[in-house]
């Protein structure tokens, strides 16, 4: 039977200006109707600009915009809402104090006489729940739900108000990989349903598992366009087309450090910890070596006891069970959210740097110019004005800076907590080398994240933490085996190695021993 | 012995709860403002303003009715340049507080001196008639026989249903904790944020009426921090309905043993009385209730 293929949204010509630079510029392409299309690019790309004109919060300059085939003109994402567009923001739109229910209705609630209906509210969304396999408790409040369970607020959200293209800004940023596989299987009967999917990633390899059609946007331009209808995207072209050159792989070359003696290797140790904190256990037990020259990864899924390590190393808890000790070494950090415990955004970059450094108590203008200029070329930070704040500065390029005044500290012991999320490609390849560089001047690195991939790649040791205690540790030898096994198995293969499985399934509590 | 007595019984009881009234209204207003992101602390002003203009409007056209409604539309005119201010050219919420309850103070001085040709009151008037219905019947027909203290009983429910049962209340809500979820979904946060206001100036002008109405007459500086005392009773009621109508119990037991006080005739200083609501307010937030959570974006100018 021949099938049309009716298109759900077309973007014709779309320009878009902030002052002088092009966030979109003559952007032409379709979108199917019943298809998962994802949008590629780095940072500062336009996608999200695009999707923002999509969603009616900013207005093209020029070209313009059908929906289903019809001439459309918004004004207010309100207008978007009304011709069945949905958008799950990256970063979400929820009220913390209210509950799940509560944040679903706002704007469109059900009413009997002057009251909401919260029954049949209820009965509504319940339905919407098991439909979709959603999974979450409508009476909870946001304040007291995990990160995976208020995306699955928005989500609802949108099915709530009939949505037929769901629009989807870095949906997976957040999401442990077991969540993401949840997503996907969400996104899956989304699909089947008859829904169209705009799906917005940094993430490689989730394109070629779920995407119908992909577009990839550069420098506010629509640069290359694919079917993705067999799963046999080339990821090679992919990234090249993202960024505009061959993405250089990190160096991951690591060198061997001969140490005097063993005992100098050593420098933080946490022997049996147990640490309640508002009368909850949040580690039970956990034993951690970090030694001198080597990166010692930690995968979990988050709010397993990680960022209470990171207190304890740190010295912020004090509170604790179990012997903490640290051999006299200098300690730095580069936390996970840079925004609220890395940087100081209405700061320049000097000024950012300088409030850790050992200086005189004046500070001039010239000596702030001087490390700004100094800190952007050495790291590679990409910033137009070196007297703008680190607020007009791209995720990457923050990240940078971060890690600029940490590394340049020259601590002995190392900490990274998640260190590339939210990083474009180019920023990820750099700051991976810079992490294998602090490894190889011999420094204890712990690196933190639930980015797989990232931790196979540069860690020399990577423990599993589940439930405030490490699951499980494998050491170089197992992870060599793997790396080797991944070079003979065919990149497109979607199965997991044994290994990976095996993390995999240590992260949400189950030994395969 | 006697003092002990006179404190446990009904009449002082009926007096808690009669003095209860301009507290409670002064607080469910200053809550509907609060619950919509802005902090009003004006409420002394407009409970200030609204006595005033009760009393002028009263004398000058013989008629409390008349007063009544000339004193809510001052209010209400007065919250609507509160809000140009706070909400249409977002100022800093206390500042402008600060200065509308600066600004009143002056203007009900000078007109007192000007209209009244005293600097201290006004000539007595009538007020606003009791309530005869519960008449004779004890301890009830006290409490019972002022309209403004019914309607506060009444309140208790109103502000609840309102604010946790309505689409109206969940989008006020929504607009004091986070204003830019609330217009992603279009709800128009503005409009909501001035409603409240309007809300807590006709409900301040209540409490200010009911003074002036229980005086019979307005005197200067007669509020004596009642605002301010109402808001202190929003915060350890925890922005919610029932628990500030407990917490403005606490304060109006207090009014009550300080009047109890001084018809009794004690030695007992009555200044230390009167100092123990704001003593009384920084120890239960210290020690009893702890961290009191107010709307998110309370007092944040969007």
Redesign the interface.
């Known amino acids: 039977m021949h099938c049309l293929k009716m298109t759900a949204v077309e973007f014709i010509n779309i320009t878009k200006k902030f002052g002088s630079f092009f966030a979109n510029r003559d952007i032409s392409f379709s979108v199917e109707k019943n298809t998962v299309h994802c949008i590629l690019g780095e940072n500062g790309a336009g996608k999200t600009t695009l999707m923002k004109i999509l969603f009616g919060m900013y207005r093209q300059d020029s070209g313009s915009l059908k929906i289903s085939g019809e001439d459309i003109r918004f004004n207010s994402p309100h207008d978007a809402i009304a011709k069945g567009i949905g958008m799950v923001h990256q970063h979400f739109m929820l009220i913390d104090d209210f509950t799940v229910m509560e944040n679903i209705i706002l704007g469109n609630e059900i009413t009997k006489g002057i009251r909401i209906d919260f029954d049949k509210t209820a009965g509504i969304l319940n339905e919407l729940i098991s439909t979709y396999s959603l999974n979450l408790d409508i009476n909870k409040k946001i304040s007291e739900i995990s990160i995976s369970a208020q995306q699955k607020t928005e989500i609802l959200k949108l099915l709530f108000r009939n949505s037929d293209i769901l629009i989807f800004d870095e949906p997976t940023a957040v999401l442990s990989p077991a969540e993401t596989d949840e997503f996907f299987k969400i996104i899956g009967k989304f699909k089947s349903s008859g829904k169209t999917i705009i799906f917005i990633t940094h993430k490689l390899n989730e394109v070629r598992k779920i995407s119908d059609k992909v577009s990839v946007l550069r420098r506010g331009m629509l640069v290359y366009e694919s079917s993705n209808e067999n799963r046999n995207l080339d990821l090679n072209i992919l990234s090249q087309a993202i960024v505009g050159e061959t993405v250089v792989k990190a160096n991951t070359e690591k060198a061997d450090i001969v140490f005097p003696g063993n005992d100098g290797r050593n420098a933080i140790s946490l022997r049996n910890i147990f640490l309640k904190k508002d009368n909850v256990s949040r580690l039970k037990g956990l034993n951690l070596d970090l030694y001198k020259g080597e990166i010692h990864g930690i995968c979990g899924v988050e709010g397993n006891g990680q960022n209470e390590i990171i207190d304890i190393i740190t010295g912020l808890e004090t509170e604790f069970e179990g012997e903490f000790s640290n051999p006299g070494c200098s300690i730095s950090l580069v936390p996970d959210d840079r925004l609220k415990k890395g940087m100081i955004s209405e700061f320049t970059i000097g000024e950012n740097i300088i409030l850790k450094k050992k200086s005189s108590n004046f500070i001039s203008e010239r000596l702030l110019d001087r490390i700004s200029t100094e800190t952007a070329e050495k790291y590679d930070v990409r910033v137009s004005d070196i007297k703008s704040n680190l607020s007009s500065l791209s995720g990457g390029n923050q990240q940078k800076v971060i890690f600029a005044r940490e590394t340049e500290l020259e601590s002995d012991v190392m900490i990274f907590s998640h260190p590339t999320r939210g990083v474009d490609i180019n920023a990820t390849v750099f700051i991976h080398s810079k992490i294998i560089e602090q490894r190889n001047k011999g420094k204890a690195v712990l690196l933190i994240s639930s980015d797989l991939d990232e931790l196979f790649a540069l860690s020399d040791k990577i423990s599993v933490i589940y439930n405030g205690a490490i699951a499980g540790t494998f050491g170089s030898e197992e992870l060599s085996n793997f790396r080797n096994e991944e070079l003979i198995r065919k990149s497109d293969e979607s199965t997991g190695s044994p290994l990976s499985d095996k993390i995999g399934k240590l992260m949400i509590g189950i030994k395969t021993e | 012995m006697e003092l002990i007595s006179s404190v446990i019984s009904l009449t002082f009881l009926a007096q808690v709860l009669r003095l209860m009234t301009p507290y409670y209204l002064g607080a469910s207003g200053a809550n509907f403002s609060e619950r919509g992101g802005v902090i009003n602390i004006a409420i002394e002003g407009f409970m200030n303003l609204a006595a005033f203009s009760f009393v002028l409007f009263s004398i000058l056209t013989g008629n409390v009715t008349a007063g009544f409604i000339c004193a809510v539309l001052i209010n209400l005119l007065f919250s609507l340049f509160f809000s140009y201010f706070t909400v249409k050219l977002k100022i800093n919420q206390i500042v402008t507080g600060v200065g509308f309850n600066l600004l009143i103070a002056g203007l009900t001085k000078f007109l007192l001196v000007y209209i009244f040709n005293s600097s201290s009151n006004t000539e007595r008037f009538e007020g606003i008639p009791d309530l005869e219905i519960f008449k004779g019947i004890p301890f009830a027909g006290t409490v019972l026989s002022d309209y403004m203290t019914i309607f506060c009983f009444a309140l208790i429910f109103i502000s609840g249903?309102v604010l946790f049962?309505?689409?109206y209340g969940?989008?006020l809500?929504?607009a004091g904790?986070?204003p830019?979820?609330?217009e992603?979904?279009?709800?128009n946060v503005r409009l909501y944020k001035l409603s409240g206001i309007l809300i807590s100036g006709f409900l301040s002008s209540l409490a200010g009426i009911w003074l002036a109405s229980n005086q019979n007459s307005y005197s200067d500086g007669m509020i004596a921090g009642r605002g301010y005392i109402a808001l202190a009773a929003m915060i350890i009621g925890k922005w919610k309905p029932v628990n500030i109508f407990f917490a403005c119990l606490i304060f109006s037991a207090f009014e009550a043993l300080e009047i109890t006080l001084q018809i009794s005739g004690t030695d007992f200083p009555t200044q230390l009385i009167q100092m123990l609501p704001y003593l009384i307010t920084v120890l239960v937030l210290v020690g009893f209730i702890g961290k009191t959570?107010p709307?998110?974006a309370d007092g944040v100018p969007y």
């Open positions: 249903f049962r309505t689409k969940l989008r809500r929504s904790e986070n830019y979820a609330a992603s979904l279009g709800v959570k709307p998110a």
